[in-house]
């Protein structure tokens, strides 16, 4: 048995999340029915990073372990992809060492949050409109208050099965960028609707309705009631999981 990585993208919006889940349609399921027409074998895959309902990714990962020749899984991209719906594309599929784990051995996850003001049908279903003026310095201040914090309670949904909440943020900014603004957050880990409340919550000090001081202590407070998951899972977008180069097999 040989272990291999894919590496894809895709939009979410048809999607229950990533992850399988009975009676639903999934980014995993429909990748596991693709791979199992073409191989004629049930293949079970592992994700790197759940995504929720709606969300979208540019660079997601699985890993799967399969006894078949290594020169016609690495070489099934095309037929795979025209296996799989439109909104979902297999960007490529690398063999990795036996252990190497698409989720424990991520170092860092990157997501994006895509924000526009002016009604454009390009983006519709691709990004959040909101149609307020916002004070991007001040949402510029607040993600960098996030780079100080490690317990991040506040932002995850109830009933999640995590043993702590504690994320590691190396990079939390807002820019513009043609006619969107844009959230970008790199972390070692991410909560269950982590990225969607911290987007919901600072959007409040964009528009006035929060100051600085009040989100340091939405922030220590730890009660999810208090922050605000409210924006759609559409705007989101998993941009990048990196690894370590020891993945790769010799």
Partial sequence: MARYFIKLSYLGAR??????????ITIQSEVEKALGIYFRTKIELTGSSRTDAGVNAHNNYFHFDVDIEEEKVLNCGYHINAILPDDISIKQIFRVKDNAHCRFDAISRTYKYIIYKHKDPFLQNRGYYYP????????????????????FATFSKKHVQVHNFRCEIMESRWYEEDDSLIYEVTGNRFLRGMVRGLVGT?????????????????????DQ?????????????????????EIHEK
């Avoid at 999607?15 to 639903?24: K, V």
């Avoid at 916002?134 to 780079?147: M, R």
């Fill in 132 to 151: 307020y003026s916002l004070n991007i310095e001040l949402l510029n201040k607040a993600a960098s208050l996030i780079k100080e914090q490690t317990d």
């Fill in 225 to 245: 009631t208090k922050a605000d998951f409210s924006v759609p899972g559409y705007g989101l977008y998993l941009a990048e999981v990196k690894y370590d180069g």
């Fill in 15 to 24: 999607y229950s999340g990533f992850q399988i889940q009975d009676n639903a």
């Fill in 202 to 222: 600072m959007l409040k000090i964009g528009v006035g309705k929060m100051s600085l001081q009040d989100f340091v202590g939405v922030v220590d407070g730890k």
